[in-house]
C-alpha cells in the first residue's frame, strides 16, 4: 500500500479523528483526575460509550462529537482543504497545523450599511400585499425604525 | 535459514521509522496485504496503519496497541490491533519493525504470537541479539 492510498482511504482519516478524540479525553481524564465511571458522569453518557470512546471504535454523531469536545472545555475547528493540494503537501513532509491569525474586517467598508439594506425591502410593503392593515404594523414598524436610525446616523 | 533484511513502510510517515520486516526477498507488509486481497478485511489494514503512524508520532492509540508479556526482554513486542486483523512489531533503537500479521483467530491470538516469535527470535540471532 502506498501513501497516498493510505492517507486518502476512509479509515485513514476516521482514525486520525478517533485517535485525536481518545487523546483529547484522556488528557481531561488525565488533568481532572477521574476515571471511566467519573467521565460518563460528566460527560452524561453511559460508561459502554466512554469505554468506545477509549477503544477507538464507534462512528461518532458530529453533534456528539462537539458535545464531547464543549464537555472537555475544547472548541473543535473543523477545515477543509483540497485532496490533491494535501497529498502534495504530504509527500513534501508538511502537515497542517492550526495557525491564530486576525479576523479580517477590511471588506466592511465596502458593503452598504445595514438600514441602507433593510430600508429598500420595507419600503416595497403595500396594502396590495396585505390584505390585513394588522399584519402591517409590525414590518412598518420596522421600517420606521431603521429610518429614524439612519436620520440619526446622518444626522 | 532464511534470509531478512528490512525496508521503510513507504505508506507511513511518522517522527520515528516505521520498517517492515523482509523474510526470503518477500516484505512481510505487502505478503499480508497480498493475502487479504479480496477480503474485506484489507480496510482494516488501513487502520493498523494508522495507528502504528499515530504512535510512531508518539500518540497514545490506547487498546489499538499491546505490550506483550512473556516474550524476549531484551526487546518490546507489540500487538496492534483491529476488528479482526493483528500487527505484530517490535521496538527496536530508533525505530519500529512490523514483523508478523495474521488475522485473529482465537480469543487470545496466541496462535499469531507464537508465529510472530518464531520469525522475531530467528531475526533477533541473525542480529546476535
Redesign the interface.
Known sequence: MDRKELITSKEYVVGKIQLTLLNMIQDYMVKKEIKRTELADELGVTKGYVSQLLNVAGDHKISKLVELSLSCNKMPVVNFVDLNEYINNDALDKIYELSLVDRDYSTHSNTLPLEARVIPIASTLSKSMYSDEALLEPLYAIKNFYVVKKEAISG | MRKFTTQIV????AKELVEELIINDLPV?EQF?LYLTGTTYL?????L???IE?FANG??????CKILKGGNKKVTEYEFISKHLRLYGIQMPGKKLIIYGGIKRQADSSDNITAFRLICYEYLDTLNL
Not at chain 2, 480496510?43 to 487502520?47: A, I
Not at chain 2, 500518540?59 to 489499538?64: D, H, S, T, V
Open positions: 513507504d505508506a507511513i510517515r507488509l496485504e480496510t482494516e489494514v488501513r487502520s496503519l494508522t495507528y499515530h500518540g497514545n492509540i490506547g487498546k489499538k
